[in-house]
């Protein structure tokens, strides 16, 4: 019978992640595997500390109902503590610096969680000491997920018992993973240990900061905090990866002699196997998951015949667009794309237009409606909203002039005639058969100041940037921002501007 599928809670579906098994890219004769985290709801490994160190610090009573969480994190744990926090309504400050994908920092905040950057010169002590500092200074509760051991537990309790169940017929040989905290590495390396010693544990790191290969231990405050940047890091690739210190759980694991091997990985082929994953395997994921399926495959090379090794895949390949995981994957037609749309001869950019359609989709009747012509001039002789804009509700013209109204400051009316409320009797469709009359032009929008018809979307950025606009608005009583120095072409949809 299969488990059941219904859940009380989104927290309830975090783990049982998948064991795939990859085909084209393994070595011949090994058995290569990958447990795939992007399958946690947002999509990362992070998702199982997260819940894990909120729930612990509930029943230890070190988190109060309402209080403020706060972290320090280069984006998935953000990601992650959005979630939880949203869920379990508890506001979250996120710290992080400023080199970090652009798109993490937009899904925390679409979560409802505040991101406060720190300079990227200052890396990853510095964003930690920010975090420290407003624990500290406001009283909120830091999950320190470098040293909070809820953050291994959880790997014991759920990831490890997972994989001895995915391996328990045919045993594991190989486990492969990279490490960031640690908790994945020391949490997951001691369930197998537990349980299956035979296992050999392999943790990976940027080939370019060998911070565990160096040997060298990290230096620490008196609190353990780490005092300064480990002098073997360099900025690498990996997001997520090692950061400029050793954790308190990644050090625990080897100190504990959990770690057997620790296999050195370059960025390049990181990148190039993220890609692999997607375009041979189907599999969608991001640089660390390369990163980490590079050293199994450098161990799956070495391994005898028949050997089992499960790979550890962190995340979605979704938070990398900004990154240079995309750099080569673009946005508009290459050659290859062109000469496919040129093998036909309709629907391409090179051809003639298709003949205009009739605005608004049917043909329209010629007759004004009475009504809807004295709604249209009862709504244009109000001199208390002098600003009127026929629109349609989600039209990206529509909302080009509602970016610049907005931007300085203009109040307006705006009339939606494809809105719920215009659509009885058609009413929306009779006033643009107005408009159309009045206007000469069947577009939407018609935006109108003071009864007098400005124009179209680009009708109203060209009079704004002639400086006629604005004597118009001046001349109506209209506020707006006079000093704004803007050009209003900005606010057109990146398509347009892509032409
Ligand atoms: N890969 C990515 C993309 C991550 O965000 C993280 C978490 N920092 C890791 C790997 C490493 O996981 P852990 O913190 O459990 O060591």
């Given at each position: 019978?299969r488990?059941?599928m219904?859940?009380?809670?989104?927290?309830?579906t975090?783990?049982?992640t998948?064991?795939?098994?990859?085909?084209?890219?393994a070595?011949?004769?090994?058995?290569?595997?990958?447990?795939?985290?992007?399958?946690?709801?947002?999509?990362?490994?992070?998702?199982?500390m997260?819940?894990?160190?909120i729930?612990d610090a509930?029943?230890s009573?070190?988190l109060?109902?309402?209080q403020?969480?706060?972290?320090a994190t280069?984006g998935?744990t953000?990601?992650?503590?959005?979630m939880?926090?949203?869920?379990?309504?508890?506001?979250?400050v996120?710290?992080?610096?400023?080199?970090?994908s652009?798109?993490?920092?937009?899904?925390m905040r679409?979560l409802?969680?505040?991101?406060?950057?720190?300079?990227?010169?200052?890396?990853g002590?510095?964003m930690?000491?920010?975090?420290?500092?407003?624990a500290r200074?406001?009283?909120?509760f830091l999950?320190?997920?470098?040293?909070?051991?809820?953050?291994?537990?959880?790997?014991?309790?759920?990831?490890?018992?997972?994989?001895?169940?995915d391996?328990?017929?045919?045993?594991?040989?190989?486990?492969?993973?990279?490490?960031?905290?640690?908790g994945?590495?020391?949490?997951?390396?001691?369930?197998?240990?537990?349980?299956?010693?035979?296992?050999r544990?392999?943790?990976?790191e940027?080939?370019?900061a060998?911070?565990?290969?160096s040997?060298?231990?990290?230096?620490?405050?008196v609190?353990?905090?780490?005092?300064?940047?480990?002098?073997?890091?360099r900025?690498?690739?990996?997001?997520?990866?090692?950061?400029?210190?050793?954790?308190?759980?990644?050090e625990?694991?080897?100190?504990?002699?959990?770690?057997?091997?620790?296999?050195p990985?370059?960025?390049?082929?990181?990148?190039?196997?993220?890609?692999?994953?997607a375009?041979e395997?189907?599999?969608?994921?991001?640089?660390?998951?390369?990163?980490t399926?590079a050293?199994?495959?450098?161990?799956g090379?070495?391994a005898?015949k028949?050997?089992?090794?499960?790979?550890?895949l962190?995340d979605?390949?979704?938070?990398y667009?900004?990154?240079?995981?995309f750099?080569?994957?673009?946005?508009?037609?290459?050659?290859?794309e062109?000469?496919?749309s040129?093998?036909?001869?309709?629907y391409?950019?090179d051809?003639p237009?298709?003949?205009?359609?009739k605005?608004?989709?049917?043909?329209?009747?010629?007759?004004?409606?009475?009504?809807?012509?004295?709604?249209?001039?009862r709504?244009?002789?109000?001199?208390?909203?002098?600003?009127?804009?026929?629109?349609?509700?989600?039209?990206e013209?529509?909302?080009?002039v509602?970016?610049?109204?907005?931007?300085?400051?203009?109040?307006y009316?705006?009339?939606?005639?494809?809105?719920a409320?215009?659509?009885?009797?058609?009413?929306?469709?009779?006033?643009?058969?107005?408009?159309?009359?009045?206007?000469?032009?069947?577009?939407?929008?018609?935006?109108f100041?003071?009864?007098r018809?400005?124009?179209?979307?680009?009708?109203?950025?060209?009079?704004?940037?002639a400086?006629?606009?604005?004597?118009?608005?001046d001349?109506a009583?209209?506020?707006?921002d006079a000093?704004?120095?803007?050009?209003?072409?900005e606010?057109?949809?990146g398509?347009?501007h892509?032409?």
């Amino acid at each position: 019978m299969r488990p059941t599928m219904r859940f009380d809670s989104i927290l309830d579906t975090i783990g049982r992640t998948p064991v795939v098994r990859i085909g084209k890219l393994a070595p011949a004769g090994i058995n290569l595997f990958v447990k795939v985290e992007s399958f946690n709801p947002m999509g990362s490994v992070k998702d199982r500390m997260a819940r894990a160190v909120i729930e612990d610090a509930e029943r230890s009573g070190a988190l109060a109902p309402g209080q403020t969480v706060v972290e320090a994190t280069s984006g998935n744990t953000g990601i992650s503590l959005a979630m939880v926090c949203a869920q379990k309504g508890y506001p979250l400050v996120i710290t992080m610096a400023e080199n970090f994908s652009v798109e993490r920092r937009r899904l925390m905040r679409f979560l409802g969680a505040r991101v406060v950057l720190t300079p990227a010169s200052e890396k990853g002590t510095g964003m930690l000491a920010k975090a420290v500092e407003l624990a500290r200074e406001h009283g909120w509760f830091l999950t320190r997920q470098f040293d909070n051991e809820a953050n291994a537990n959880v790997h014991t309790a759920t990831t490890a018992r997972e994989i001895l169940a995915d391996f328990a017929e045919d045993g594991l040989d190989y486990w492969v993973s990279g490490f960031g905290t640690g908790g994945t590495l020391k949490g997951v390396a001691r369930g197998l240990k537990a349980e299956s010693p035979g296992t050999r544990i392999v943790a990976c790191e940027p080939d370019n900061a060998p911070v565990l290969r160096s040997g060298i231990s990290q230096e620490r405050s008196v609190d353990g905090s780490p005092s300064v940047s480990h002098p073997s890091f360099r900025p690498h690739l990996m997001q997520g990866w090692s950061p400029d210190f050793v954790a308190k759980l990644t050090e625990d694991a080897q100190r504990e002699g959990l770690v057997d091997e620790i296999v050195p990985v370059g960025g390049a082929e990181a990148l190039r196997l993220s890609r692999a994953l997607a375009r041979e395997e189907g599999i969608f994921c991001g640089i660390s998951s390369g990163a980490t399926l590079a050293a199994a495959l450098d161990v799956g090379r070495r391994a005898p015949k028949g050997a089992n090794i499960l790979c550890m895949l962190p995340d979605t390949g979704e938070r990398y667009l900004s990154t240079p995981l995309f750099e080569d994957i673009e946005a508009e037609m290459d050659g290859e794309e062109m000469e496919i749309s040129r093998s036909t001869s309709g629907y391409r950019f090179d051809s003639p237009a298709a003949p205009p359609q009739k605005p608004g989709g049917p043909v329209l009747p010629t007759e004004i409606d009475p009504e809807a012509a004295s709604m249209v001039s009862r709504l244009l002789e109000d001199r208390q909203q002098a600003v009127v804009m026929f629109a349609l509700e989600w039209c990206e013209f529509c909302w080009s002039v509602r970016r610049l109204f907005a931007r300085l400051g203009i109040s307006y009316r705006s009339v939606d005639l494809d809105s719920a409320q215009y659509q009885e009797g058609d009413v929306g469709g009779k006033i643009r058969r107005v408009l159309a009359a009045k206007a000469g032009a069947p577009t939407i929008p018609q935006i109108f100041v003071a009864g007098r018809h400005v124009g179209g979307c680009t009708e109203v950025f060209d009079a704004y940037k002639a400086g006629q606009l604005q004597e118009w608005l001046d001349g109506a009583d209209v506020g707006f921002d006079a000093d704004a120095n803007i050009d209003p072409y900005e606010f057109l949809p990146g398509w347009v501007h892509a032409r």
